[in-house]
């Protein structure tokens, strides 16, 4: 299946600081998801991306599909956004789900 | 609006005793189901998927196994639970390959 591959692994934060979370992606595709995952392990969908650019308050999100990476940005950092950031990726042919990065665990300090 | 219900929320049960999780979908017809495991600070793993009633796809050998009874149903069990299947177990939903997946609010298993 495809490799989804999230850097950084961890990242701690300042209260209000900004931050560009990667997930880089091994073949076409037709979807790609960005979770956010709360401390009692709820999955909050935070953008349906498969190209393009989104933008949802303090977050957004771009794909560049022809280079097989997107970016999640978060701005003015709140410690409400720690948890682990989760990409998703699925591939335009093969396997009818989703391949899961490993996440970037973010702890957002006051 | 659609609506995904996991049950139950955490579960501890001894090695050897069989399970049963349960996921239910309200508010669409027909969806494609996942069962998704997460080990502790890792990402998830695709168990089963279901594409309609009585159609299961197993994505990895496992002490484990899944059903689709009803459109709006998907059940993972087990005969019996080994120690290695701890793990936070979550379902997920869409509704067709070019949407967006949805997860339900995940049970967390604990095997002693």
């Known amino acids: 299946g495809i490799q989804v591959e999230q850097s950084p692994p961890d990242l701690i934060l300042q209260e209000g600081a900004n931050s560009t979370l990667r997930c880089n992606f091994s073949?076409?595709?037709?979807?790609l998801q960005w979770f956010h995952q709360n401390p009692w392990g709820q999955l909050i969908n935070l953008f349906y991306?498969?190209?393009g650019t989104k933008q949802n308050g303090r977050l957004s999100a771009t794909t560049v599909a022809t280079e097989r990476y997107s970016l999640l940005y978060i701005s003015s950092s709140q410690t409400t956004d720690s948890g682990v950031y989760f990409c998703?990726?699925?591939?335009?042919?093969?396997?009818?789900?989703?391949?899961f990065g490993t996440g970037t665990r973010l702890t957002v300090i006051p | 609006s659609q609506t995904i219900h996991q049950w139950p929320a955490t579960l501890v049960q001894p090695v050897g005793s069989p399970l049963s999780l349960e996921c239910t979908v309200e508010?669409?017809?027909?969806?494609?189901l996942y069962w998704y495991r997460q080990a502790a600070g890792r990402g998830l793993q695709l168990l089963f998927y279901?594409?309609?009633?009585?159609?299961i796809s197993s994505e990895v050998p496992q002490n484990l196994s899944a059903s689709r009874p009803q459109d709006r149903q998907f059940i993972l069990s087990s005969k019996k639970l080994l120690l290695s299947d701890s793990g936070f177990y979550l379902c997920?939903?869409?509704?067709?390959?070019?949407?967006?997946?949805?997860f339900g609010d995940g049970t967390r298993l604990s095997i002693l």
């Open positions: 997920a939903w869409r509704s067709d390959s070019n949407q967006p997946q949805h």
């Open positions: 073949d076409s595709v037709n979807n």
């Open positions: 991306i498969p190209s």
């Open positions: 998703a990726a699925k591939t335009l042919t093969g396997a009818n789900n989703l391949f």
């Open positions: 508010g669409t017809s027909n969806p494609n």
């Open positions: 279901s594409v309609g009633i009585g159609q």
